[in-house]
């Protein structure tokens, strides 16, 4: 059964920073690509960062380049998503997820994934 947990949300003034996880299992690591979306109040979700460890180069939506950064740790079957100088407008209850098929790159064209977390709430305080 695949699984995916997130943890490390929380709440931050403007400028802070936090790093999400997302711990999987019941899936081989190495052949999904796992990405971070995010869903504001109102607001349709968006794909904010994927990785995939067979593609060159992980992918950022452009409201995050420079300010977020994904990594994966192979061993621990864990996606991070370390967030710096957050503001307000990511605010958002942010979801791992993970798909088979998909290219890191492929989140940037709206790209479904199958299976998803429960997602962990961010909060930023201006």
């Known amino acids: 059964e695949v699984q995916l947990v997130e943890s490390g949300g929380g709440l931050v003034q403007a400028g802070g920073s936090l790093r999400l996880s997302c711990a999987a299992s019941?899936?081989?690591?190495?052949?999904?690509?796992i990405g971070w979306f995010r869903q504001a109040p109102g607001k349709e979700r968006e794909g904010v960062s994927s990785i995939r460890r067979s593609d060159g180069k992980p992918y950022y939506a452009d409201s995050v380049k420079g300010r977020f950064t994904i990594s994966s740790d192979n061993v621990k079957n864990t996606v991070y998503l370390q967030m710096n100088n957050l503001q307000p407008e990511d605010t958002a209850v942010y979801y791992c997820?993970?798909?088979?098929?998909?290219?890191?790159?492929?989140?940037?064209?709206?790209?479904?994934?199958?299976?998803w977390g429960q997602g962990t709430q961010v909060t930023v305080s201006s």
């Open positions: 997820a993970a798909d088979r098929w998909a290219t890191a790159q492929a989140m940037g064209r709206g790209i479904p994934y199958d299976y």
């Open positions: 019941g899936f081989t690591f190495d052949d999904y690509a």
